[in-house]
């Protein structure tokens, strides 16, 4: 059953990948990003990661999406016409991310490191207090720059919408 289930989700993860890559409309791109993470979501769930699952509904489905539409209505951005470059640039820099993910799960000592640290502070792994503590303590600079570029992001966007919106007044 759990593979039955797997399967389905994931087939319609990179379905609905590849629809956020190709639609000319950036509201349906947007829509099928909504539906990708709610997917990604009941992965984790399938998983027994609830918190993880929980995270990644409020945080992604909510915010990050919510952002993304606020990004889109204030660049007022119409649909592509000739997107079909931008979809095979993106089908091949998408193709290019995933040789890099397998590289690295190759090489990498995946749950190692969070296993270890766990013990030597003596907290259950996988507890929210963990992840926590782990977040705030061994991967505090990684934490706090990726919420240095999403605000590098959003105040490019607004930076180019008062650039665009100048440029039609006169």
Request: glycine share 8%.
């Amino acid at each position: 059953m759990a593979i039955l289930l797997f399967s389905y989700f994931a087939g319609v993860i990179v379905f609905t990948g590849i629809m956020v890559v190709g639609l000319r409309n950036p509201m349906y791109s947007a829509l099928s990003l909504l539906v990708l993470f709610f997917h990604v979501a009941g992965i984790y769930l399938l998983l027994d990661a609830e918190f993880i699952f929980a995270v990644q509904v409020i945080a992604y489905a909510g915010a990050i999406l919510v952002l993304y539409l606020f990004v889109v209505m204030l660049l007022d951005v119409k649909t592509e016409e000739g997107y079909h470059r931008q979809l095979v640039v993106g089908l091949v820099l998408g193709l290019a991310i995933i040789v890099e993910i397998i590289y690295i799960l190759n090489r990498s000592t995946f749950g190692q490191g969070l296993t270890a640290t766990a013990k030597e502070i003596e907290i259950p792994v996988g507890t929210t207090e963990s992840i926590g503590y782990l977040l705030f303590t061994r991967y505090l600079f990684p934490f706090e720059v990726a919420s240095l570029i999403l605000l590098v992001a959003m105040i490019g966007a607004i930076f180019l919408a008062k650039k665009r919106g100048l440029e039609k007044k006169p």
